[in-house]
């Protein structure tokens, strides 16, 4: 007799329904063999199983035992897979009475028989549900999690033994209920308030500009203006993450592993400060069985590189796919994955080597030529896909120590909301060449900008001016006139203006020289 069951595995950021089916021929030497193409963990399974299955007096097949993971061409990996294959190896008259069709399990066994937990809950939920099986069973510790997907009934289980008299209809488990709406009614405020930050008017305005049209910046300055402390707020004046950006993002942090924000799902845009001394794969992602790195991770969120000209070459350079794609594709041995990242980006950096060129109070060290070297630590490719690059200067006293009042979050948030609002209304029924709707003029391509940026002579004048001055490249034009479209947006103005232009211009600091 052939057992059945069902479970869930995880190939990039979407799951796939897997059946798990046991039998067994007599023989005087037992085995039990796992196929399927399973990793090592996956065939580790067995010496678990025997283990769990024996301290809990659970009778299971005897003799030669295979079990199949299909479809077959689909790589298995992780420690997912113990709970499913235990089950399917019980061998009990009752247990084979039992209708399993629409429950799917998922889990980790200890050598007592608890449930360990495992990575990519949500999107193993997701696929069950969207597969039309009604119960999901994973350990305790992903149950709140899985629950998000609605539609699907997520029971937590904590040991093999309560598991099994829930299914026997002996005690029951209390399934885990997610709402959505109260969920995200709940959600409390960001906590850091642009209002705490002192002085640095224009680039707060910036930060604004760059919010409202998720536009990449680089925030250029010495040490202490404060580049670090902006950044960190940005998230704030976002707009709040809609449930479908939640649930996208939630998924790769549960592939990840990375859970302690999941609530059960993410209630902010997530704000990702990777050190620079990390790889290029942790940056992109990658590994044996590529998994999401930093630039998947921020996705719907704020990716902040710190120290940028302190990146390793390779790691600053593979930026430049998925700024352009907002998906980074990972091609191993084992398989090809694309994973989303649709991350604003944020680079902090010092005007030179030292940190302290045009500083007004402290003398610099570098020579020119060491200045030139660094800057030139970042590539033209790089800077073109940075829409805005301001320069920061060191904090006045006055701004310090007086009592002047700053705007706040909210306030900045309203703005940019307003701003937002006025460029989807605009957009409406446009589509970017990934088919994707266009909601922001950061993701404005050149048949949108011809449409849409409209502009007056005398910006037109100007425009041409800068680009002359500056050798902007085509992409370094297209740039600025993003810049000008947000910037006109605030106004809910229609027509690019010279004030509007005057403005972005200024917001290449880079391209002028520092």
């Not at 030669?64 to 113990?82: H, M, Q, W, Y």
């Not at 069709?101 to 889990?107: L, M, P, R, V, Y």
């Not at 449930?243 to 996208?248: A, H, K, N, Q, V």
Request: hydrophobic share 40%.
């Amino acid at each position: 007799m052939v057992n059945v069951l069902h479970t869930v595995c995880i190939i990039g950021v979407e799951g796939h329904i897997i059946t798990v089916e046991a039998t067994c021929a007599s023989s005087s030497q037992p085995s039990l063999n796992i196929i399927g193409l399973p990793d090592t963990a996956v065939k580790e399974a067995a010496s678990r199983v025997r283990a769990a299955a024996r301290q809990n007096s659970l009778p299971i097949k005897r003799g030669i035992i295979t079990v199949n993971l299909a479809p077959a061409n689909i790589r298995k990996e992780g420690p997912s897979f113990d709970l499913p294959i235990l089950l399917s190896l019980i061998d009990k008259a009752d247990f084979y009475a039992l209708d399993l069709s629409n429950k799917c399990f998922a889990g980790e066994l200890s050598l007592t028989g608890e449930l360990r937990p495992i990575s990519g809950a949500l999107p193993m939920a997701i696929a069950a549900r969207d597969a039309g099986f009604k119960e999901l069973y994973l350990p305790e510790e992903n149950a709140l999690e899985a629950s998000a997907a609605d539609g699907l009934t997520v029971y937590p289980v904590k040991t093999i033994h309560q598991l099994l008299m829930h299914l026997f209809g002996k005690t029951k488990i209390a399934p885990i209920v997610f709402d959505a709406k109260e969920f995200f009614d709940s959600v409390n405020n960001f906590s850091l308030d642009f209002a705490d930050v002192k002085g640095q008017d224009a680039v707060k305005e910036a930060l604004e500009i760059a919010a409202a049209g998720n536009h990449n910046i680089m925030l250029v300055g010495p040490p202490g203006s404060g580049k670090s402390m902006l950044a960190a707020r940005l998230p704030g004046i976002l707009p709040p993450l809609t449930l479908e950006e939640s649930i996208e993002s939630s998924k790769i942090f549960s592939i990840a592993g990375v859970t302690e924000d999941l609530k059960p799902l993410l209630t902010h845009r997530p704000f990702r400060a990777p050190h620079h001394t990390l790889s290029s794969v942790a940056l992109t992602g990658g590994g044996s069985y590529p998994k999401p790195g930093e630039i998947s991770l921020a996705n719907n969120g704020v990716l902040f590189l710190d120290e940028f000209p302190e990146f390793d070459k390779r790691a600053r350079e593979v930026l430049r796919q998925p700024i352009e794609n907002r998906t980074v594709t990972i091609s191993r041995v084992n398989g090809t994955v694309t994973y989303p990242a649709d991350f604003l980006l944020v680079c902090a950096m010092n005007p030179c080597k030292c940190g302290y060129y045009g500083h007004p109070t402290r003398p610099c060290t570098c020579g020119p030529a060491a200045r030139y070297s660094y800057l030139q630590r970042i590539s033209g490719p790089i800077l073109d896909r940075i829409d805005i690059q301001v320069q920061i200067d060191p904090v006045d006293f006055n701004d310090l120590s007086g009592n002047q009042t700053t705007p706040s979050t909210a306030e900045m948030r309203k703005r940019v909301m307003e701003a937002r609002a006025f460029a989807i209304d605009r957009f409406k029924g446009e589509t970017t060449s990934l088919g994707k709707p266009l909601l922001s003029n950061g993701a404005m391509e050149a048949k949108h900008i011809r449409k849409f940026c409209n502009v007056t002579p005398e910006a037109r004048s100007l425009l041409e001016i800068a680009f002359n001055s500056f050798a902007l490249s085509a992409r370094g034009y297209d740039r600025v006139l993003r810049i000008a479209r947000t910037i006109a947006d605030f106004e809910k103005s229609d027509i690019i203006n010279e004030s509007h232009m005057a403005v972005a211009v200024r917001m290449r600091c880079i391209d002028k020289g520092i």
